[in-house]
């Protein structure tokens, strides 16, 4: 049974690029959170998918951006990155929005130079 | 406001118990969480707690809930040099946005 994935593992962008990572969730998981986790932090919530509509949205700029397709996967996308935006970007999946726990991929490196 | 707070660092000798403690600030938080992060990996969970336990066990894990405080604890049994990782603790209300803490760094020395 697959954990939740998410690809690419590293990826390395410039200043004002635009990147997509993306999530498969856990079998049997239909809600796709996405967190940011910079160096030495917890992570931070940015949006839950759920149904194929953002349900809720964290203290992020809208260049960060969202979808979620019929099969239950996940992108995120950035536009204009900043150094700032450097940082391990994790996708949760669970099942019913918030009634079960959440379960974690082993994110996706994101280094802006 | 949400806030969740943890001690930053705990060093414990293998074979000790350890103790991590977190406090919480969201009245209506529905569950509590526990996270351990190695290097380089996501997060794992640990265990969770829903916020009418008290007290919940799982095999070395101990996870105590004081609501009136809100306060929360895990205890690690017999703790191992595999158990060394980061451990966050994290709320939520029902709606499903995990409030994380910034995560205790366990060191066991052997």
């Known amino acids: 049974d697959a954990g939740v994935t998410q690809s690419p593992t590293h990826l390395i962008k410039t200043r004002g690029q635009q990147v997509t990572l993306r999530c498969s969730p856990k079998s049997g998981h239909d809600t796709v959170s996405w967190y940011q986790q910079a160096l030495g932090q917890g992570p931070q919530f940015i949006f839950q998918y759920y149904e194929e509509e953002e349900r809720q949205r964290g203290n992020f700029p809208d260049r960060f951006s969202g979808h979620q397709f019929p099969n239950y996967s996940s992108e995120l996308n950035v536009n204009a990155l900043l150094l700032g935006d450097s940082a391990l970007y994790l996708c949760?999946?669970?099942?019913?929005?918030?009634?079960?726990?959440?379960?974690f991929g082993d994110g996706t490196r994101l280094s802006i130079l | 406001g949400e806030d969740v707070e943890q001690s930053l660092f705990l060093s414990v000798r293998e074979g000790d118990s350890s103790v991590i403690n977190c406090t919480y600030t969201d009245s209506s938080s529905t569950y509590l969480y526990w996270y351990k992060q190695e290097p380089g990996a996501g997060l794992q969970l640990l265990t969770y707690i829903f916020s009418n336990m008290d007290m919940k066990q799982d095999q070395r894990l101990t996870v105590l809930l004081n609501k009136k405080d809100k306060h929360l604890s895990l205890r690690i049994a017999d703790t191992q040099t595999g158990d060394s990782a980061i451990y966050f603790c994290a709320e939520s209300s029902n709606t499903g946005k995990l409030i994380f803490g910034q995560g205790t760094t366990l060191q066991v020395k052997p």
């Open positions: 949760a999946s669970s099942f019913r929005s918030g009634v079960q726990p959440q379960h």
